[in-house]
């Protein structure tokens, strides 16, 4: 059932909350979103884009007026995170929180990985202030294929990668987005703790040799050890970003991925990975990718709004 509502998106510009925004437009829900710099929103006319910064909890009580619902996304340092939801639990009744699948029994996702403290802690904020809640967890992101290869396919068609039978479910951003939205706007999904993945387990050198297919184009997969990855990455990719990815892949050597029904149990379909790359094939030949030869950083806080282990490009 869908109520008359009015939906408070934050990160409302990036990757996954800007197609939250449209899956909400889309069902006929009035939208606010959230953002720094409005006048840079580029957002739908028909969308309220108004002014706050998670960084100064009071900048968002204007924006929390007559909002019955918000779609969390963590976008700055965690100092504020208590003070913000205080205000949510004050001014509204539930809220949806992109988080990380970091309670997940998969070795992939248990290694070391500081970003998810961040996320564990902003889970139990929520829960203290007593906020009717759902959590939305994705594994890896399909379009880290765009920051990862994209430069090279385009470059001379060899990926040089480590740990090329490790596999991963990657899952499309547009179903992220799509399930975040509905539980925001449908009964049901109340207490949900979702992890969102793709609907197959792929190696990283089947999801190059996919890339190629559907771009007509015969790419070389090259096996990098875990040091010559090290050395191809130095002094664009910080260390931590380069460790906690290669332990992550290593972790899943010899067995598959983690693989949820959650997307096609909500949505009534998952599209695979084929799918997301056919339908972004122009970034594999035409630019628009971010990789290796671009300088990344890490920024912690901004995981969620990312992917697992998606490095930032500055």
């Known amino acids: 059932m869908i109520h008359t509502m009015r939906v408070l998106v934050t990160g409302a510009t990036g990757r996954v909350g800007r197609a939250v925004v449209g899956s ?32 100064v909890p009071e900048s968002l009580d204007a924006a929390l007026r ?71 967890r994705p594994g890896m992101f399909a379009s880290n294929t765009l920051f990862w290869w994209a430069p090279a396919i385009r470059a001379d068609g060899v990926v040089r990668w480590p740990y090329g039978a490790a596999e991963t479910a ?72 380069v460790d906690m990815l290669l332990d992550a892949l290593a972790a899943t050597m010899g067995r598959p991925a983690y693989v949820t029904t959650t997307v096609r149990d909500i949505l009534g379909s998952a599209r695979p990975f084929r799918q997301w790359a056919a339908d972004h094939a122009t970034a594999f030949t035409d630019g628009g990718g971010l990789g290796l030869g671009r300088r990344v950083r890490l920024v912690r806080w901004r995981t969620a709004d990312s992917g697992w282990l998606t490095p930032f490009v500055t």
């Open 170 to 241: 990657p899952v499309d951003d547009r179903d992220v987005a799509a399930v975040a939205a509905r539980t925001l706007y449908e009964d049901g999904h109340a207490g949900g703790d979702y992890v969102l993945t793709g609907p197959e387990s792929l190696s990283q050198a089947e999801q190059v040799s996919i890339i190629g297919d559907v771009v007509g184009r015969r790419i070389r997969f090259e096996e990098l050890s875990p040091e010559e990855f090290r050395t191809e990455t130095a002094g664009t990719w910080p260390r931590p970003v």
């Open 66 to 136: 007559g909002v019955d619902a918000v779609f969390l996304v963590w976008t700055v340092p965690p100092a504020s995170a208590s003070g913000v939801v205080e205000r949510l639990a004050a001014r509204t009744r539930r809220v949806v929180f992109l988080s990380s699948p970091h309670q997940t029994p998969h070795p992939f996702f248990q290694q070391p990985n500081p970003m998810a403290v961040l996320d564990a802690d902003i889970e139990r904020l929520i829960a203290a202030a007593g906020l009717e809640s759902t959590i939305i």
């Open 24 to 55: 909400l437009t889309a069902a006929g829900v009035p939208v606010r979103a959230l953002t720094r710099r409005p006048e840079a929103a580029a957002l739908p006319a028909n969308v309220e884009v108004v002014a706050g910064d998670l960084t």
